[in-house]
């Protein structure tokens, strides 16, 4: 189900390019809080224009098997040095 949106980086290419339309013309920033705040700024301006991932439903399935197998792959990581 989630494959239809993940198989592309449309979404965030997407992404992207609003925020750059919203941030393009800031030639100058102070600090990095500055820029988080123009970031923070420009996300929520587009937040609402966004569409919702195909099978957001699995989302929790998938951080869960994710985590899953990066604990699998540094306890493997961990055996291998210990040997």
């Given at each position: 189900?989630?494959?239809?949106?993940?198989?592309?980086?449309?979404?965030?290419?997407s992404?992207?390019?609003?925020?750059?339309?919203?941030?393009?013309?800031?030639?100058?920033?102070?600090?990095?809080?500055q820029?988080?705040?123009?970031?923070?700024?420009?996300?929520?301006?587009?937040?609402?224009?966004?569409?919702?991932?195909?099978?957001?439903?699995?989302?929790?399935?998938?951080?869960?098997?994710?985590?899953r197998?990066?604990?699998?792959?540094d306890?493997?990581?961990?055996?291998?040095?210990?040997?």
């Amino acid at each position: 189900k989630l494959g239809t949106s993940f198989k592309t980086t449309n979404c965030i290419e997407s992404l992207n390019s609003q925020i750059g339309r919203l941030t393009g013309r800031v030639s100058h920033w102070k600090n990095s809080n500055q820029k988080h705040r123009w970031l923070e700024t420009a996300l929520l301006d587009i937040e609402p224009r966004l569409k919702r991932v195909k099978g957001f439903k699995f989302l929790p399935f998938l951080r869960q098997t994710l985590t899953r197998e990066i604990e699998n792959k540094d306890d493997r990581k961990a055996e291998r040095s210990a040997a």
